[in-house]
């Protein structure tokens, strides 16, 4: 635990003193990218409750997340359409229901 908290302090840190630029136009595919690792993390501490985690599947499901969620950015962006925020919506919907599953889990451990 304690090499996680370090990794998560000195990833702050680092982020918040290096300056680094990108293009604006790559702005949707950056915050699709975070929310695709974001659901990814969430969903892994949601099965690890449940003792279900897998790995491999975990991985699996990032990279066709991540891949699916960028085709869509990339077509929309090509149709002059914002077909991306279909992606945000999912992986919204998917970030709230494993919340409410961990919230369910640290209720439960408490009440008993």
């Known amino acids: 635990m304690f090499y996680v908290t370090a990794g998560i302090i000195l990833g702050i840190i680092a982020g918040l003193n ?22 990814t993390i969430i969903n892994i501490i949601s099965e690890n409750l449940n003792s279900e985690v897998n790995i491999l599947k975990s991985g699996i499901l990032l990279i066709s997340d991540l891949a699916f969620a960028l085709l869509l950015g990339y077509i929309g962006e090509q149709l002059g359409l914002p077909i991306y925020l279909a992606a ?11 919340i409410r599953v961990i919230t369910n889990f640290v209720i439960q451990k408490y009440n008993k």
């Open 18 to 39: 290096f300056n680094v630029g990108y293009n604006p136009a790559y702005a949707v595919y950056i915050s699709l990218s975070i929310l695709a690792l974001i659901d």
């Open 88 to 98: 945000i919506f999912a992986f919204g919907n998917n970030i709230y229901k494993n």
